[in-house]
């Protein structure tokens, strides 16, 4: 039984004034606690009424929405048309490789 409890212990992060902490909870992987003022919570609800959704359904498609961007924005770089036309070029004609690039390259291990 001991077991079983430990798997299905994680970690939330209780914040502080000053500090983030992690904290155990003993609850499945699917289960998110939010601790929300009541004018925020009236706010989400009349939002929920408004598009005829529930409060879970409704804070999924739209906290979802936000982490899409946030790992678009953080997995992609956005280049000038100078930065784009000067990677093409280095694509096709590379520059020789210098002495640093030539020793970590015999500093890698032989791939078999």
């Keep these: 039984m001991l077991t079983n409890m430990l798997q299905s212990v994680h970690f939330q992060c209780v914040q502080n004034k000053d500090f983030i902490m992690p904290r155990a909870s ?8 939010l601790r929300i003022q009541p004018a925020d919570k ?3 609800v009349r939002a929920c009424a408004l598009e005829r959704t529930d409060l879970t359904e409704f804070i999924l498609r739209n906290v979802l929405r ?3 961007a946030v790992i678009d924005q953080s997995e992609r770089v956005a ?3 100078r930065d784009s ?5 280095l694509l096709e004609h590379p520059p020789a ?7 970590a390259a015999r500093a890698m291990p032989a791939q078999q």
């Design 42 to 44: 009236a706010r989400l």
């Design 26 to 33: 003993i609850e499945s992987n699917s289960r998110v606690a």
């Design 85 to 89: 036309l000067r990677v093409l070029e």
């Design 66 to 68: 936000a982490v899409d």
């Design 79 to 81: 280049l000038s048309e």
């Design 97 to 103: 490789p210098n002495a640093r690039l030539m020793a």
